[in-house]
């Protein structure tokens, strides 16, 4: 299978002791990936690299085969990314936003602009103005950005943060719906394990910084009644291991 990201000895270390070691993972064409983790694991510092916005002190992520630090346009062409919070103008409608954006990409039209607040759940929202959105609406507004140019590669961190359960199915059926029609590949960070379970077909679990366990959602479920057993189980038998290691 073709191997659309790769990361190799990712390592970032910061001053209180947080960041990232030694990660190792490949991501294949149509993955729907998920990045497991509580808050502070690593996983945001993870994409932050992944996306260009920090160095790492050591390893390299490359994104169809281009090397995100050394050939930063290259690998980044192709990927589309929410990383964090969703930014927008406030005093813009959410069409218009869109709209701006869309002047970087000359493939797309208003057309594409109303596919994707349709698809995000955005359309009868789209004359209005995001300093009066939810958290929830803002969310689907950036991911909606996210997705504009048919990305064949989504980075998203935490994406289903500040959204009602309507939001959250209607952005799983998204995700599912690009994944299995365009063969679009996602990175999904999250802690939210029951959404990480519905939405994600391989999940990699991140502890303190470490890589603790890749597998693909069918065989731990094969395993453990729920993903929730799988990810305690590996924490505390990894965590017994560090523990004896110190």
């Known amino acids: 299978m073709e191997k659309i990201i790769e990361i190799e000895n990712l390592t970032k270390s910061?001053?209180?002791?947080?960041?990232i070691q030694d990660i190792n993972l490949d991501i294949?064409?149509?993955?729907?990936?998920?990045?497991?983790?509580?808050?502070?694991?690593?996983?945001?510092?993870?994409?932050k690299i992944m996306t260009g916005l920090i160095r790492p002190d050591r390893g390299d992520v490359k994104i169809f085969?281009?090397?995100v630090t050394e050939e930063y346009e290259l690998a980044m062409e192709k990927v589309g990314c929410l990383i964090e919070i969703a930014e927008s103008y406030a005093y813009l409608s959410a069409f218009d936003n869109l709209k701006q954006l869309a002047r970087y990409y000359p493939e797309v039209d208003h057309q594409r602009?109303?596919?994707v607040l349709e698809l995000t759940g955005m359309s009868k929202y789209k004359?209005?103005?995001?300093?009066?959105?939810?958290?929830?609406?803002?969310?689907?507004?950036?991911?909606?950005?996210?997705?504009?140019?048919?990305?064949?590669?989504?980075?998203?961190d935490e994406p289903l943060n500040g959204l009602d359960v309507e939001g959250m199915i209607d952005i799983r059926r998204m995700i599912h719906h690009l994944a299995e029609q365009?063969?679009?590949?996602f990175f999904i960070s999250s802690h939210l394990i029951h959404d990480v379970e519905l939405t994600c077909n391989?999940?990699?679990?991140?502890?303190?910084?470490?890589?603790?366990?890749?597998?693909?959602?069918?065989t731990i479920?094969?395993?453990?009644?729920?993903?929730?057993?799988?990810?305690?189980?590996?924490?505390?038998?990894?965590?017994?291991v560090s523990s004896c290691a110190r």
């Open 113 to 115: 602009i109303e596919e």
């Open 127 to 156: 004359h209005e103005k995001p300093k009066k959105f939810s958290l929830g609406m803002k969310q689907r507004l950036g991911l909606s950005a996210a997705i504009l140019s048919r990305p064949q590669v989504v980075i998203l």
């Open 14 to 19: 910061y001053g209180n002791g947080r960041g």
């Open 28 to 47: 294949v064409r149509g993955d729907i990936f998920g990045f497991l983790g509580p808050n502070g694991a690593g996983k945001t510092t993870a994409m």
């Open 221 to 240: 479920l094969n395993n453990y009644a729920t993903l929730e057993n799988y990810f305690v189980s590996e924490v505390e038998r990894n965590g017994r």
């Open 202 to 218: 391989r999940i990699g679990v991140i502890y303190n910084g470490k890589m603790l366990n890749v597998e693909s959602t069918q």
């Open 65 to 67: 085969g281009h090397s």
């Open 182 to 185: 365009e063969q679009t590949t």
